[in-house]
């Protein structure tokens, strides 16, 4: 339980600090002065006043602000103008270009990790010519599962045809009739096994229910930033093309809220020191593409009020930057409620159904495995 505790700071915390420091630079950048930076939330611990900046460490360390001087929204009816230094006194683009800092700092942090990652174990090989026929994971209530195989036995044969490669593999699997003869190796030893025709699920009559054991070839260090960054892109399109699905399909989208998280994390740490620091640079990208979606009261919200600014010279009224700020607020407490729920039907209610579908080819997009 302590373990996790202490996993669950470790991760959080450079994701809130990483991306207020985003705020924070972004003001530094525009002249904008900051009167507090803090981590966390609730009673100060600890602070120090440097220059016009009073740095801080809160009781609550699950989250934190960059406090700007001045307000947000300065009042058109004001009877003062904002002094040069406030928030309010800067031009749109500045504006704009704080509130999105952040974020992009979140992608930057996520970046970094990815990119270290990828230099340290390699790209995964996503060509199935390349990869040996090796067993990764073994998807419960499918064929695999009753016939004793285990990660990293290598298939050897089906139906007394050999294969070399994941693609002979999955070949041979798709051109399967009646019972399923494989032969496999395992620490050297060749090893056979039978799948009787009535043990194949009907829904998916060509699925042995294996993933492919992933294999890694070394890049070098700028094919290293590069791939980083592109795990950014691929994991921000992965997401929203989900969620796009979800809404198009008329389905509930599979948010994860603060126990799902939590959860994940507390696996996390027992996998490994890489999936450990893999998780922080996934989440870093959730937080920094959250922050972005044009909700009022996020990132986002903000920085599509003053991208309206920049193109009508004006910002909206007090009456709707509130109306706003309340839908926002509402917007935010169904999310954080439904993806709670979510996390307590997934995490302790799962269903005991079969699995609805797995992966057989690793270049293919991820699919989610139900059991």
Request: charged fraction near 15%.
């Amino acid at each position: 339980m302590f373990l996790s505790i202490v996993a669950i700071l470790i991760v959080l915390s450079p994701i809130v600090i990483i991306h207020e420091f985003g705020h924070y630079l972004a003001c530094r950048l525009t002249g904008i002065r900051v009167n507090e930076f803090s981590f966390g939330f609730g009673r100060i611990l600890w602070h120090k006043k440097v220059g016009d900046t009073d740095y801080q460490v809160r009781l609550i360390p699950f989250g934190g602000f960059v406090e700007p001087a001045g307000p947000m929204f300065h009042p058109a009816n004001a009877p003062e103008s904002p002094k040069p230094y406030e928030f309010a006194a800067k031009p749109w683009y500045s504006k704009f270009f704080m509130v999105i800092n952040g974020a992009l700092f979140n992608y930057l942090l996520a970046a970094c990790i990815f990119s270290v990652l990828i230099f340290i174990k390699g790209m995964p090989e996503d060509d199935p010519i390349k990869m040996a026929p090796a067993v990764g994971s073994i998807a419960a209530h499918y064929p695999a599962e009753n016939i004793d195989l285990k990660e990293g036995d290598i298939i050897t044969s089906i139906n007394g045809v050999a294969v070399s490669n994941w693609k002979e593999l999955m070949d041979a699997l798709a051109a399967r009739e009646g019972d399923l003869q494989l032969g496999y190796q395992r620490e050297g030893k060749d090893l056979q096994a039978t799948v009787k025709e009535e043990d194949f699920n009907p829904a998916s009559p060509k699925v042995l229910g294996i993933t492919a054991l992933p294999e890694y070839h070394k890049v070098s260090v700028i094919a290293s930033v590069g791939y980083g960054f592109y795990q950014c892109y691929y994991w921000t399109k992965y997401s929203l093309q989900s969620l796009g699905k979800s809404f198009s399909q008329k389905k509930a989208p599979e948010l994860a809220g603060p126990i799902g998280i939590v959860n994940v994390i507390h696996q996390a740490v027992h996998r490994g020191i890489l999936d450990f620091v893999f998780l922080i640079a996934m989440l870093s990208v959730a937080v920094g593409m959250f922050n972005l979606f044009p909700i009022p009261i996020l990132d986002g919200g903000y920085a599509l009020v003053y991208l309206w600014e920049g193109i009508t010279h004006k910002l909206p009224t007090e009456k709707t930057l509130n109306v706003a700020v309340n839908i926002g607020l509402y917007i935010l407490i169904l999310l954080f409620v439904y993806a709670s729920y979510s996390d307590i039907k997934r995490i302790f209610f799962k269903p005991k159904t079969t699995v609805e579908q797995t992966v057989q080819d690793p270049s293919a997009e991820p699919t989610h495995v139900q059991e």
